[in-house]
């Protein structure tokens, strides 16, 4: 375990034993775990910038809460006082409904896959009362999936907490903290048809995990995000696509700033991480400063990260792609981006080159420098992953982002990644 992550688990978990049954002077009230009072560190990324990220840590007894439903999760973050939100076991965003349940009665996928296949509706958006009910079919599900998460809030995971189904909404919020939470499975039952969507057209759904929209300052750490049964890979094809019934797993978009995701696992998905969401220049310009250091990436298809418009630096993430069928690429370089990628760790198979690492969305330049690949157990070599897509693409990539990180935490080694993302990244390694 790193060293720094290691001794701030120690003194959390010690303080957390003295602080047992004293934490609050009121009788039942819930003990707090230390952790969950934790403020981000002065330096630790983007998100430590401006006015810094304490989440709820200054909560008073009467706002921390533990909560066991979906319902009882959505009043609890509700409102901008500083409040702790502490998750105790599954909750189910649905509520046990199916999509079958959210459907509208003019609505069956058997009658809108004959309706707006392209051979029979031809390369436009579907429109009329068959696409009008599957609008109402998703509006309803969404009044369970949508949760609105208010300003100053630290949302923490309890053992073995997990939230199913659900898409956590912070909406031109700030000071945020999401920790120790296990995330499975925001599916939309209603993807759309986009015709014009690529050259093919696409399915699109509706829901992350996490959606950042004009939000500022929010550590996202130690999360776990994971499709369980319901992956992206064993999706029927419909009109020649994949049926996507998800979208991202933690998105931040629309103007949002002073971000940092630490210590995630992220596993078994298509679209991960997108940064920006649009290749218009507007609110996203000059924000969407985002650090992403010791994460697990693990098999995931694309967008680790996608980024339009931000300065976002990734070091020090584990990138596993050993399933060459569902590897897409990792590093998406969009509309004005500058991202910065040090010491990173790449474990892949042999049928994934190294030049598909790194995917031209319409940028210019990079940094990327320090990363170690693998492929199997065969031996770590210094690689470059920037210049391996340069080489085999054109036109290039410049190689310099135009900027320096200088809030980080720590920079490891990349030969030290594996070990300790494997140690420390993902929910349940956090004192509970």
């Known amino acids: 375990m790193h060293a720094g992550l290691r001794a701030g688990l120690i003194a959390a978990t010690v303080a957390a034993l003295v602080s047992t049954g004293t934490a609050f002077a009121g009788a039942g009230a819930p003990r707090v775990p230390a952790a969950a009072r934790q403020a981000l560190g002065a330096n630790d990324g983007w998100a430590a910038a401006g ?3 304490t989440g709820g840590a200054a909560a008073d007894d009467a706002h ?30 649905n509520e046990g409904r199916t999509c079958a349940d959210y459907a509208d009665p003019q609505y069956t996928l058997d009658a809108y896959l004959a309706a707006y296949d392209p051979a029979v509706w031809g390369r436009v958006a579907p429109s009329g009362p068959l696409e009008e009910a599957r609008v109402r079919s998703t509006k309803t599900q969404g009044l369970k999936v949508k949760i609105d998460v208010g300003a100053n809030t630290t949302v923490y995971g309890l053992r073995n907490a997990r939230l ?5 909404l912070l909406t031109n919020v700030s000071n945020v903290i999401i920790r120790n939470v296990t995330f499975v499975d925001a599916h ?13 057209g696409n399915w699109n759904s509706l829901y992350d995990n996490i959606t ?9 750490d130690h999360d776990t995000f994971t499709d369980g049964a319901n992956q992206d890979s064993d999706q029927p094809v419909y009109f020649g696509r994949p049926y996507q019934v998800h979208d991202g797993l933690a998105d931040v978009i629309k103007g949002s700033d002073y971000v940092t995701m630490s210590y995630n696992n992220m596993f078994e998905h298509d679209k991960s991480v997108l940064i920006g969401s649009t290749n218009t220049p507007g609110v996203d310009v000059g924000k969407l400063r985002v650090t992403m250091h010791h994460n697990r990436f693990a098999n995931l298809g694309q967008r680790t990260p996608r980024v339009r418009f931000g300065q976002v630096d990734v070091y020090d993430n584990y990138f596993y792609a050993t399933d060459e069928d569902t590897f897409v690429y990792a590093l998406g370089v969009g509309v004005q981006s500058a991202i910065y990628a040090e010491n990173n760790f790449v474990l892949r198979s042999a049928d994934t080159p190294l030049s598909a690492f790194v995917y031209d969305w319409g940028g210019t330049a990079m940094t990327e420098k320090g990363t170690l690949a693998r492929v199997g157990t065969g031996p770590v070599v210094p690689v470059n992953l920037l210049a391996e897509y340069n080489a085999a693409h ?4 410049a190689p310099d982002a135009g900027w320096t990180p200088v809030l980080r935490a720590s920079l490891d080694p990349a030969a030290d990644v594996p070990r300790i993302v494997s140690a420390c990244a993902g929910a349940g390694k956090l004192p509970v």
Request: aromatic letters at 6%; one cysteine or more.
């Open 51 to 53: 006015t810094g990220t």
């Open 64 to 93: 921390v809460f533990v909560v066991r439903t979906r319902d009882e999760l959505a009043a609890a973050v509700a409102g901008n006082a500083p409040k702790i939100v502490l998750i105790a076991g599954t909750i189910d965003a």
């Open 164 to 168: 199913i189904g659900g898409n956590l």
């Open 188 to 200: 939309d039952c209603f993807p759309a048809w986009t015709p014009t969507d690529g050259a093919d």
């Open 212 to 220: 950042l929209t004009g939000s500022t300052n929010v550590w996202i």
């Open 394 to 397: 054109d036109p290039d990539i």
